[in-house]
Protein backbone atom coordinates (compact mmCIF):
# COMPACT_ATOMS: atom_id res chain seq x y z
CA UNK A 1 0.00 0.00 0.00
CA UNK A 2 1.70 3.71 -0.63
CA UNK A 3 -0.78 6.94 0.67
CA UNK A 4 -0.69 10.15 -1.06
CA UNK A 5 -1.88 13.23 0.93
CA UNK A 6 -3.23 15.84 -0.77
CA UNK A 7 -5.50 19.30 -0.44
CA UNK A 8 -3.27 21.69 1.28
CA UNK A 9 -3.26 25.43 0.01
CA UNK A 10 -3.20 28.55 1.57
CA UNK A 11 -5.97 29.91 3.44
CA UNK A 12 -6.72 32.84 6.09
CA UNK A 13 -7.23 32.63 9.25
CA UNK A 14 -10.43 31.00 10.43
CA UNK A 15 -10.84 29.16 7.24
CA UNK A 16 -11.01 25.58 6.25
CA UNK A 17 -9.43 22.94 4.29
CA UNK A 18 -9.85 19.46 3.61
CA UNK A 19 -7.09 17.00 3.24
CA UNK A 20 -7.24 13.38 1.41
CA UNK A 21 -5.12 10.50 1.58
CA UNK A 22 -5.63 8.40 -0.90
CA UNK A 23 -4.50 4.93 -0.92
CA UNK A 24 -2.98 2.52 -3.59
CA UNK A 25 -4.76 -0.79 -1.97
CA UNK A 26 -7.08 -1.48 0.73
CA UNK A 27 -6.92 -0.01 4.17
CA UNK A 28 -9.75 -2.09 5.60
CA UNK A 29 -7.02 -4.13 7.70
CA UNK A 30 -5.24 -1.24 8.43
CA UNK A 31 -6.16 -1.03 12.45
CA UNK A 32 -5.01 2.35 13.23
CA UNK A 33 -4.13 5.43 10.39
CA UNK A 34 -3.47 9.13 11.33
CA UNK A 35 -2.44 12.34 10.22
CA UNK A 36 0.82 14.01 11.09
CA UNK A 37 2.23 17.43 10.70
CA UNK A 38 5.46 19.05 10.49
CA UNK A 39 6.29 22.85 10.66
CA UNK A 40 9.72 24.31 9.51
CA UNK A 41 12.29 23.59 12.44
CA UNK A 42 9.86 21.31 14.21
CA UNK A 43 9.66 17.63 14.41
CA UNK A 44 6.51 15.57 12.91
CA UNK A 45 3.82 15.39 15.06
CA UNK A 46 0.76 12.52 15.56
CA UNK A 47 -2.66 15.04 15.29
CA UNK A 48 -5.45 12.91 14.84
CA UNK A 49 -5.46 9.14 14.80
CA UNK A 50 -8.67 6.97 13.71
CA UNK A 51 -9.58 3.32 14.24
CA UNK A 52 -10.93 0.82 11.97
CA UNK A 53 -13.47 0.85 14.27
CA UNK A 54 -14.32 4.46 13.77
CA UNK A 55 -12.79 5.47 16.94
CA UNK A 56 -11.07 8.71 17.24
CA UNK A 57 -8.09 11.11 19.11
CA UNK A 58 -6.79 14.44 18.58
CA UNK A 59 -3.46 16.39 19.50
CA UNK A 60 -4.90 18.91 22.36
CA UNK A 61 -3.93 21.59 20.15
CA UNK A 62 -6.21 20.83 17.43
CA UNK A 63 -8.72 18.83 19.65
CA UNK A 64 -12.64 20.41 18.10
CA UNK A 65 -11.09 22.15 14.82
CA UNK A 66 -9.91 18.84 13.15
CA UNK A 67 -11.90 16.10 12.44
CA UNK A 68 -10.49 12.77 11.01
CA UNK A 69 -13.01 10.41 8.66
CA UNK A 70 -11.60 7.00 6.92
CA UNK A 71 -13.79 5.55 3.81
CA UNK A 72 -12.62 2.16 3.89
CA UNK A 73 -14.62 1.67 0.51
CA UNK A 74 -13.14 4.69 -1.36
CA UNK A 75 -9.81 3.21 0.38
CA UNK A 76 -9.29 7.08 1.67
CA UNK A 77 -8.39 8.92 4.59
CA UNK A 78 -9.98 12.81 5.20
CA UNK A 79 -8.81 15.54 7.76
CA UNK A 80 -11.31 18.40 7.67
CA UNK A 81 -9.54 21.74 9.06
CA UNK A 82 -12.04 24.11 10.16
CA UNK A 83 -10.52 28.22 12.17
CA UNK A 84 -7.69 27.25 11.00
CA UNK A 85 -5.08 29.23 12.73
CA UNK A 86 -1.17 30.70 11.61
CA UNK A 87 0.37 27.66 13.69
CA UNK A 88 -0.91 25.05 12.07
CA UNK A 89 0.90 25.87 8.97
CA UNK A 90 3.11 22.89 8.29
CA UNK A 91 3.44 19.76 6.01
CA UNK A 92 0.86 17.39 6.20
CA UNK A 93 1.48 13.83 6.13
CA UNK A 94 -0.94 10.85 6.43
CA UNK A 95 0.41 7.00 7.67
CA UNK A 96 -0.62 4.16 9.35
CA UNK A 97 -0.42 4.82 13.60
CA UNK A 98 2.46 4.13 14.65
CA UNK A 99 3.83 4.82 10.71
CA UNK A 100 5.62 2.70 8.82
CA UNK A 101 9.35 4.21 6.95
CA UNK A 102 8.02 3.24 4.11
CA UNK A 103 4.21 5.11 3.61
CA UNK A 104 5.87 8.15 4.42
CA UNK A 105 4.74 10.40 1.22
CA UNK A 106 5.65 13.73 0.02
CA UNK A 107 2.64 15.67 1.99
CA UNK A 108 0.78 17.80 1.40
CA UNK A 109 1.84 21.88 2.81
CA UNK A 110 -0.92 23.90 4.69
CA UNK A 111 0.24 27.73 4.75
CA UNK A 112 -2.83 29.32 6.98
CA UNK A 113 -1.57 33.52 6.66
CA UNK A 114 -2.54 35.71 9.41
Known amino acids: VQLQASGGGLVQAGGSLRLSCAAS????????TGWYRQAPGKQRDLVAVTSSAGATDYAASVKGRFTISRDNAKNTLYLQMNSLKPEDTAVYYC?????????WGQGTLVTVSS
Open 95 to 103: NTVPPRFVL
Open 25 to 32: GSIRTIKS
